[in-house]
């Protein structure tokens, strides 16, 4: 009887293992199949996997996908990514070939409106400090990491409502102007009109779902004639409306009272159940002690309670909030932080996940 149950404890681990190794097998010999582009045989050995040894064979399934794209079948490839990230979320494998495969789809227009975009920027007169209003770096390639961001984190999907709360010069309007579909919507405000102006002559006509208005709210740095103070300020927007609210470097120019007040307003204009999706500068342990390695471009000396400046003659420039504040006060806005926050790279980390850190918070339903 105990040798039985021994037995019958290590055989199913037994078989199992066989089972891998058989799959792995099977796995190396498709891609070298493939490599060959012998697809049909490849697609053989694979679709025996999922047949005969493992149905949820993801290996199996990005292989066989990787088959379909090569052969620019990209419809039948999509639909064997979304059922793998329906087994396994996190498949980066599957989440990147989704990104690759649309973007292909899109290629043609993509170059073209790319192409046009660049050359837009010119001939409408960007303005001439666009890149103080904005922060430096390549301003397609950051909207379009963000694009990814969102989806891959957020889990933005195509046919979402979204509010881009301070769009700037619409560095993420743009490349969600090719993500969202017809049923999609989006919704951008900021405080600087001549942005406002620039988005409406030339993402608004491309995009009949898009729509942007001005908010003549006061900035120190970005709106210092603006009428209204940033924590009075009630979005002219119905509640309840969009499925996914994002801010990228905005609360990163206000401060904690204004920020309080936008969180409000964040909260009740999202549907429940529905996430936003913020960037910060977060002051945590780890945070601190890269400030005072000197690890960190930025200092934040200026301590006032929640939030740090690191300017105080342009307090607006740069604020950065303890991250249990943060934490404290969505909670209180009936929105939890989705944890793992994504910390970024701005004081000096050695992993991060982009510059700045990244909160993703979902309405209480
Ligand atoms: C660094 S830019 C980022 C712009 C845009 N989100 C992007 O990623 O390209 C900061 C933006 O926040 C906007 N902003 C500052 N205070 C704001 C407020 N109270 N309400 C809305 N937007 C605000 C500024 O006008 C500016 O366009």
Not at 189 to 216: G, L, M, T
Request: contains cysteine; negative net charge.
């Amino acid at each position: 009887m105990h040798l039985f149950d021994k037995d019958g404890l290590k055989m199913p681990n037994h078989e199992k293992r066989i089972k891998e190794e058989k799959i792995n097998e099977l796995i190396f010999s498709s891609e070298k199949l493939i490599e060959q582009k012998q697809f049909q045989k490849a697609r053989e050995l694979l679709n025996f996997i999922l047949t005969e040894l493992d149905e949820k064979s993801t290996d199996a399934m990005n292989n066989i996908a990787a088959i379909e794209i090569l052969e620019e079948n990209y419809n039948q490839a999509l639909e064997i990514l979304n059922k793998i990230v329906k087994y396994d979320p996190d498949n980066e494998i599957a989440l990147n070939n989704i990104f690759y495969v649309k973007s292909l789809v899109n290629d043609q227009e993509k170059k073209v409106f790319k192409r046009g975009t660049d050359s837009l920027l010119e001939k409408y007169d960007l303005p001439k400090n666009y890149q103080d209003l904005i922060g430096n770096g390549d301003f397609i390639k950051v909207g379009e990491d963000f694009l990814k961001h969102f989806i891959k984190i957020g889990n933005l999907k195509e046919n979402y409502s979204v509010l881009d709360v301070g769009c700037g010069l619409g560095r993420m309007a743009l490349p969600l102007s090719e993500y969202l579909n017809e049923e999609g919507k989006y919704t951008g405000f900021d405080i600087v009109k001549r942005e406002i102006e620039w988005c409406k002559k030339i993402i608004e006509p491309r995009r009949k779902n898009f729509n942007f208005f001005h908010a003549d709210v006061f900035n120190f740095h970005y709106n210092p004639t603006g009428k209204t103070r940033p924590c009075f300020y009630k979005f002219p927007l119905e509640s309840n409306q969009f499925d996914f609210v994002i801010l990228t470097s905005v609360f990163t120019h206000m401060l904690s009272f204004e920020v309080d007040n936008y969180l409000s307003e964040i909260s009740r204009v999202l549907k429940p159940g529905k996430r936003c999706f913020i960037t910060f500068f977060l002051i945590n342990d780890e945070s601190l002690q890269h400030i005072s390695n000197g690890d960190s471009a930025v200092k934040f000396e200026f301590k006032i309670n929640e939030f740090r400046l690191n300017d105080h003659k342009d307090p607006e420039a740069a604020v950065a909030f303890e991250e249990s504040f943060i934490r404290e006060l969505s909670e209180k806005k009936n929105l939890k932080v989705v944890d793992p926050i994504y910390y970024g790279q701005w004081c000096g980390r050695e992993n991060f996940y982009d510059y700045q850190d990244i909160i993703i918070a979902d309405k209480n339903s």
